[in-house]
């Protein structure tokens, strides 16, 4: 969700409105579908679900902290971003929102073996996220070449409480990712919304200022950045790919 002081078009993204969310200023808003719905549904549909799901237990941790943790484990002296370098990940399996609003694609992953242990499945759990922060990075290269400008990233919501989820975000947009310090941040929104109605302050903004605070800034990795240009440039690959296949199999 990008704001504007002039409205500004862009391809695939939902708007311009005008004060959708912050008075006075346009909004453009551009999202993937059910990204924590995919992460699910990678990680339980593979057969080392179960294992995962005991060890867990066992840690009283949630499955996606084991997941973290283990992969931490399983990276040896590289960094934990280069253990998806053979695994590529296109996360539409519900379907393209933004940035190019197409219903019909399909989710693609390259890079498959034979292996199915825990180490299996939390690399394929990385390469889901690097996915989704691949597309997230798709989203602000087309709204900034249609006139945004954006520096850094502001997340909320469930999985902005993943740190991976944040770190991935951080190192393939090459931005900061800033978090607020109040975890449950939308429902701070809703306060901000009330205390306006009920005459506590002049304004959307005033409220804003007062009620939100920074909790926590999370700055890419730069080393990586070759890195991840090349797994982006792969990225994007994947959905040309998949077109061209459409083409053959849908042609005379």
Known sequence: ??????????PGVWGPYFSAMVPGFWLNEGGQSVTGKLIDHVVQGHTAFPELQTKAAARCQSVYAYLNSH???????RPLGYLTVDLHVWP????????LADLTLKGMVTGLTLSQ????????????????????????????AAGHSISTLFLCGGLSKNPLFVQMHADITGMPVVLSQEVESVLVGAAILGACASGDFASVQEAMTRMSKVGKVVFPRHEDKKYYDKKYRVFRKLVEHQKEYSGIMNGD
Not at 1 to 10: A, H, L, N, T
Not at 92 to 99: E, I, L, T, V, W
């Open 1 to 10: 969700m990008g704001i504007s002081k002039d409205p500004i078009f862009v």
């Open 71 to 77: 992969l931490n484990l399983i990276k040896k002296a």
């Open 92 to 99: 539409d399996f519900h379907g393209n929102r933004s940035p």
């Open 117 to 144: 242990d825990l180490d299996d499945l939390a690399i394929l759990y990385l390469a889901t996220v690097q996915a989704i922060a691949f597309g997230t990075r798709f989203i602000i290269e087309v709204m900034e």
